[in-house]
């Protein structure tokens, strides 16, 4: 059986990929792993259609698999071959797509055929994330109000959040509890929390501040490319909570129906007062040109993004 993973949540995608593996009982020597952006699509089907040499069996990896979703970062070849593989698959080898796009476009032929003869499985953020973060602690005893800021400080990212609460079971080895006290002295606040005033000082054209800012998040390695994922992610939720509010939504409602945790949900409506919805919608479909030019390679990923702040 083929899979085809996809979704924002890749902490969520890389654990079902375990959870395959294990249940195919393959060992490492007999998976393959490939990246789209950087391997044709014959050369993996090439493999696909290989005898292995040690088991009758074999698994292939394909990251960045964005043939499946609406937009694509670049022309692909061959995807006829990879229609053609998926009505008749090698029966010994099975082929995991990880797309790590929220949506794939399920008018797509190639989605379409993958779902009749393998399986397709979401993986976007979660509606109950306060129980995901309790289980990734097992079997230490951590108090709810230590999960609630442990979110407030790192974000909705199970990925970060994954890497804190593995620092916190570390640091808290010997008696395997974790309360507040601890999530302050270990954790490292996210860029989520500040990225309001960030926000701010784009929207109300304080360039210079912006820039500063800009400057700090590369000089800390951030990837601009993330940067402006996540720009668009808060203006779209500025968005949707100040349309939300409007209609008499509460907060915990808004959090329930954006499947947002209620902090940035609370961040977002108190911005989104400040500003006109059109500036908001007119930012994301900047930012959505901006995101396409830089992973196409015609836009500078560093200078692009510094070039949209200053034209603001």
Known sequence: MNYLLYGEERYLIDKELKNIIDSKNIEDINISKYNLEENTIKEILEDAQTVSLFSSNKLIIVDNAYVFNRVMTKKIDDLDLLEKYLKTPNINTTIIFIDNNEKIDSVKNIVKLIKENGSIKEFNPAKNINKIVSDMFQDYKVSSSAINLLLERVGNNLELIYKEVEKLKLYKIDD??????????????NINIDIFKF??????????????????????????????ALLASKFRLMYQASQLIKKGYTEDAISEILKVHKYPVHLAILAGYKYNPKLLLKYLN???????????????????LELFILSL
Do not use: R, S, W
């Open 286 to 304: 900047d930012l959505a040109d901006l995101d396409i030019g830089i992973k196409t390679g015609e836009k500078d990923k560093e200078l692009a």
């Open 176 to 189: 395997k509890t974790i309360n507040v006290e601890d999530v302050e002295a270990i954790t490292v606040e």
């Open 199 to 228: 926000v701010d000082d784009i929207i109300n054209k304080n360039k210079n501040n912006a820039i500063k800012t800009y400057k700090q998040l590369i000089a800390i390695n951030e990837e601009p490319i993330k940067i402006v």
